[in-house]
């Protein structure tokens, strides 16, 4: 009998995972307001940041077996993609426990509903090989200008930012969907989705 033989038999396929996240992108004038929130950050600290340079809201991250992405493209044409979808940007705030500061959201029931819908949609137990694969799924949206900056600098930075306070209603015009092979970076685009 060769024992080499039968184990090849049963030899598991490689899974090759992806790390994959879906955003919110604001549309005009959020969007340039926060990328100059983010610059007077980076000129501040005299490099930048924060690496992804997309303001955006991250709604879902999830690993998933790449040769799946077919599968996941044919459940987003069963979303119902929301037109005019917004919250209300209250202004700059530090986030203490990783001094990280952000656009804080309110008024953010209609975003929770439609990733409620996505989720469902895509079925995400189902598609993804285990339901621990969800890796995150954001409950306090937000949009991050400047993250886990050296502590010895964030009051002044505060105090920097407070005239560039904005406050007011924020339309997002794109849902994005970007996938890591190492989930730390770089990000590459899959595909995107208008909300207009």
């Avoid at 917004?86 to 029931?109: D, F, M, R, W």
């Avoid at 975003?111 to 598609?127: K, T, W």
Wanted: hydrophobic share 45%.
């Amino acid at each position: 009998m060769n024992t080499d033989s039968q184990l090849e038999l049963f030899e598991t396929p490689e899974v090759s995972l992806g790390v994959y996240c879906f955003l919110l992108k604001p549309a005009e004038p959020t969007y340039s307001l926060t990328l100059e929130v983010k610059a007077a950050v980076d000129a501040h600290l005299k490099n930048s940041s924060y690496k992804n340079k997309l303001p955006h809201v991250t709604l879902l991250q999830f690993s998933m077996n790449v040769d799946h992405e077919t599968r996941l493209h044919a459940a987003m044409k069963r979303v119902i993609l929301p037109k005019n979808l917004g919250a209300v940007v209250e202004g700059i705030k530090l986030v203490k426990s990783n001094s990280t500061i952000v656009l804080s959201l309110s008024a953010q029931e209609a975003v929770h509903e439609f990733v409620e819908n996505l989720s469902h949609a895509l079925a995400i137990d189902q598609v993804l090989p285990k339901k621990k694969s969800l890796i995150k799924r954001t409950k306090d949206l937000r949009i991050t200008v400047g993250k886990q900056l050296p502590v010895e600098h964030v009051d002044a930075l505060m105090k920097t930012l407070e005239p560039m306070a904005m406050q007011g209603a924020v339309i997002f015009n794109e849902l994005v969907l970007l996938r890591s092979e190492a989930g730390s970076g770089p990000w590459d685009t899959v595909a995107t989705f208008p909300l207009t």
